[in-house]
């Protein structure tokens, strides 16, 4: 990731212990992964410890406004 911005593999053992995640934090995640920057392997990882420990609503919220302003409007 870019200067200022946490490591993958921090954010992905922060959300295994547990941590929320913040919005400009999943934002990082989303675009490191569309750009090639995160591998699916580490997406799958951290959609793993989601699971297990789970996404409070703020997360949720802000994955999904994220995700929708990744693609193209129709």
């Not at 675009?31 to 703020?58: C, E, F, K, P």
């Amino acid at each position: 990731m870019s200067a200022g911005q946490p490591r993958p593999s921090e954010l992905i053992g922060r959300k295994r212990a547990g941590d929320e995640l913040s919005g400009h934090e999943w934002r990082a995640l989303i675009t490191g992964m569309l750009d090639g920057r995160v591998s699916d392997a580490q997406m799958a990882a951290l959609l793993m410890a989601g699971v297990i420990n789970g996404v409070t609503t703020a997360e949720a919220k802000a994955l999904t406004r994220i995700l929708g302003e990744s693609g193209e409007s129709i």
